[in-house]
């Protein structure tokens, strides 16, 4: 099956005729529901390809009946649909880009990313979104994903760029940058040497990923596997700085990671092991062992090590 590239420009007739309401919106029907057979049978860049198309033609129609909306009551309810397909195809081409690049395919990775980067960029020929704040954390993510693709393939000061991008827009929105921007911060900037400042952001990402864990009550997964990893980023950076006392704090932190994964995830889970080959490397460095500390699944997190105790909530600029 194959489905032609979109095109961005509204023509408003095919063949000289003018098509009607009901001829654009079941194209735009059979082509969200070619969408979803492409996807299941794995093929995402037709999927997208559908997508894409029937959003503009989406946009399309909204453009024209813009006139008459004051008299069309169903007008609120298309901007909303036009702006919830815009967001779909964002997430679709993150997904997908996220998917290629950690495959190995990074120019395909990077087609998709860049796509999400033009369909958020706020231009007037492209916009479809009906909040700017849905618009911007959109973009960061997809800011934030091409950060971690520079990452993959080694190319550390570019992915700071993408990440410090990603963290003036999260800025924008809530005055704080996510934990997933944090620890994607934390491990780049550990990369390039700059150990004092990932610890600052280890820290961050623990302190907001805490708050939101008492706020869900600790019952989210998601939250519980950010901590295992953010306190394993911490310890590293603790490990790296190569300070006499941050590297003793090491320690403890790699011991509350591995406990808190144990709990969370699981002896045979991939960022557990993470952690325990990570607690053998340091093991082997200092030459004595480190034990996890003795907590349960839902049990109360151990505090940090004396000097390595996070910040409140901090903007980043």
């Known amino acids: 099956m194959e489905v032609l590239a979109h095109n961005t420009e509204w023509q408003g007739s095919h063949g000289g005729v003018t098509p009607t309401l009901e001829e654009t919106e079941s194209k735009v029907a059979f082509l969200e529901d070619m969408a979803t057979k492409f996807e299941a049978e794995g093929n995402d860049p037709e999927a997208i390809k ?22 069309d009551p169903s007008f609120p309810q298309r901007q909303q649909e036009l702006a919830q ?17 950690k495959s190995g395919d990074y120019a395909s ?16 020929n492209v916009n479809c979104f009906a ?38 827009l999260e800025a924008q929105i809530s005055g704080v940058a996510t934990p ?10 550990n990369k390039l ?40 980023n911490l310890a590293m950076s603790q490990e790296f700085s190569l300070s006499p006392m941050l590297q003793r704090a090491a320690e403890e932190s790699y011991a509350q990671a591995l406990s808190l994964a144990r709990a969370e995830l699981g002896p045979g889970h991939p960022t557990t092991m993470a952690i325990q ?3 053998e490397r340091f093991q082997q460095a200092i030459s004595r062992p480190i034990r996890p500390l003795p907590s349960g699944r839902g049990g109360t997190l151990q505090p940090l090590p004396p000097g390595a105790m996070p910040p409140q909530p901090r903007a980043h600029a």
């Open 50 to 71: 559908a997508l894409e198309t029937s959003l503009f033609l989406r946009r399309a129609l909204i453009q024209s009946l813009a006139r008459f909306s004051a008299q």
């Open 85 to 101: 397909a815009a967001e779909a195809l964002v997430v679709k081409n993150n997904v997908a880009g996220v998917k290629s690049f």
């Open 109 to 124: 990775g990077l087609a998709l990313l860049n796509k999400g980067m033009w369909l958020t960029s706020g231009a007037d």
């Open 131 to 168: 909040s700017e704040e849905m618009r911007l954390k959109l973009r960061a993510a997809c800011l934030n994903n091409l950060g971690c693709l520079e990452k993959k393939r080694g190319d550390f000061n570019r992915a700071l760029d993408y990440l410090q991008g990603g963290v003036a």
């Open 180 to 189: 997933a921007t944090s620890m994607n911060l934390c491990a780049v900037l």
């Open 193 to 232: 040497g700059r150990h004092a400042e990932a610890l600052d952001e280890a820290n961050s990402a623990i302190t907001n990923l805490l708050a939101e864990k008492h706020q869900e009550g600790g019952t989210n997964p998601a939250t519980n596997h950010m901590l295992c990893v953010a306190y394993h």
């Open 277 to 279: 080959a990570s607690i």
